[in-house]
Nanobody, 124 residues
Framework: QVQLVESGGGLVQTGGSLRLACKGS????????MGWFRQAAGKEREFVATIDRNGKNPYYSDSVKGRFTVARDNDWNTVYLQLDSLLPEDTATYYC?????????????????WGQGTQVTVSS
């Protein structure tokens, strides 16, 4: 069972950037498709981005496409989410998650393991 720890959140102004990281606990990290989700206060957790085990075929929600970039480095058991052109509506707790198998990776229930989350706050 892989354990995940996110980092990199913070407070940024509209139009700014952040880079989130999610580190897996061991080399089993390479077995998993990785995803990023976010949850704003009072809202449900929503899909943001996903990438396959080989670091290919990134896929994004429409709300972040063209502004966020997902990538992974299997040598470091880490997946990244680059957040650019941030908007106040991007304010949320961001979670990384790991999914087994060849799932598309856009639904919460496809993921077995979750990190604790990192807070991103975008001021207007």
């Amino acid at each position: 069972q892989v354990q995940l720890v996110e980092s990199g959140g913070g407070l940024v102004q509209t139009g700014g950037s952040l880079r989130l990281a999610c580190k897996g606990s061991d080399s089993t990290f390479i077995w998993y498709r990785m995803g990023w989700f976010r949850q704003a206060a009072g809202k449900e957790r929503e899909f943001v981005a996903t990438i396959d085990r080989n670091g290919k075929n990134p896929y994004y929600s429409d709300s972040v496409k063209g502004r966020f970039t997902v990538a992974r480095d299997n040598d470091w058991n880490t997946v990244y989410l680059q957040l650019d052109s941030l908007l106040p509506e991007d304010t949320a707790t961001y979670y990384c998650a790991a999914a087994r198998g060849t799932v598309p990776g856009v639904r919460r229930d496809e993921y077995s393991y979750w990190g604790q989350g990192t807070q991103v706050t975008v001021s207007s």
